[in-house]
């Protein structure tokens, strides 16, 4: 399939987990892929990705970048139109938890998750839409969370950055949608990483398994496979859209 043969897109936070799905599945429907890790120790990961993914004939890159902070991803995307001349679609998907009860968060555990999960959607949209704008179209993909919606005890930092994503997905689909771009927001439940293992084992699993009516947590190419959708023209008309990928959580 190459659904998206030629586009350059981005992807935040993917040396593993979800991120790193979608960087698969984007390079093997014919994308150019860069995307980027933060810390060093996620360096070997970043540069396994690119080499699992070399021989497909696209052009894979990792670039180091926090996407919480807005200096480094206007160097990102700069650097990114230079090398590869375009940007057509960008996933914000780097993303941190910290949770907590409200009486035990404290300010900087707070502040440290609006910054990575909310703040970085602001830096990397506020790039990305100058050579989207330009070329006239665009898929702006935020990778938001059911319990954005619903909330959790314990996640109330977690669940307010991934409500404001929601909002702000919501007016920029407004704000550049006579410009052709789009933007879209996908709210996973309970999927498969390093971020949700603890959680997995245990009580807590199972009360989340219980809830879920296909019986069982959802996989990262689950969620790739949602990216694709969005990013392709098979979503052409779709903007300012939240769609859950949660086996029902929802409902
Ligand atoms: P993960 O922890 O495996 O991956 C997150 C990635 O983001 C990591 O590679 C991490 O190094 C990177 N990252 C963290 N801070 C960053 C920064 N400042 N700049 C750039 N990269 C940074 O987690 P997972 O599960 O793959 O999550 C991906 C996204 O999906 C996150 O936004 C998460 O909140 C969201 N999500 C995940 C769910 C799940 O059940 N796994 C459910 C709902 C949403």
């Known amino acids: 399939m190459s659904l998206l043969k030629d586009k350059v897109c981005i992807v935040t936070g993917a040396a593993r987990g979800i991120g790193a799905a979608i960087v698969k599945k984007f390079a093997e429907s014919g994308a150019h892929v860069a995307f980027t890790y933060v810390s060093d120790s996620s360096a070997d990961k970043a540069a396994a990705l690119e080499n699992e993914l070399s ?109 404001g994503i929601i909002g702000f997905t919501k007016s920029i689909a407004i704000e550049l949608g006579s410009r052709n771009i789009r933007c879209n927001a996908i709210a996973p439940g309970f999927i498969e990483t390093d971020m949700t293992h603890y959680l997995k084992e245990g009580t807590v699993g199972e009360n989340f398994l219980k809830d879920i009516p296909l019986g069982r947590f959802g996989k990262a190419e689950e969620v790739a496979n949602l990216s694709l959708f969005l990013a392709s023209d098979l979503s052409a008309y779709i903007t300012g859209e939240v769609i859950s990928i949660c086996g029902g959580l929802s409902i």
């Open 55 to 163: 021989n497909l004939g696209v052009q894979v890159k990792a670039y180091k970048s926090n996407a919480s902070d807005f200096a480094q991803c206007e160097t990102l995307v700069n650097d990114v139109v230079k090398e590869f001349g375009k940007v057509d679609v960008c996933v914000n998907n780097a993303g941190i938890s910290k949770d907590n009860l409200l009486l035990r968060l404290t300010e900087d555990q707070w502040s440290q998750v609006i910054d990575v999960n909310l703040n970085s959607v602001y830096n990397m949209t506020k790039q990305v839409v100058r050579p989207m704008m330009k070329a006239k179209s665009g898929s702006i993909i935020n990778m938001s969370s059911i319990i954005g919606i619903r909330g959790n005890a314990g996640q109330s930092s977690y669940a307010a950055s991934k409500a």
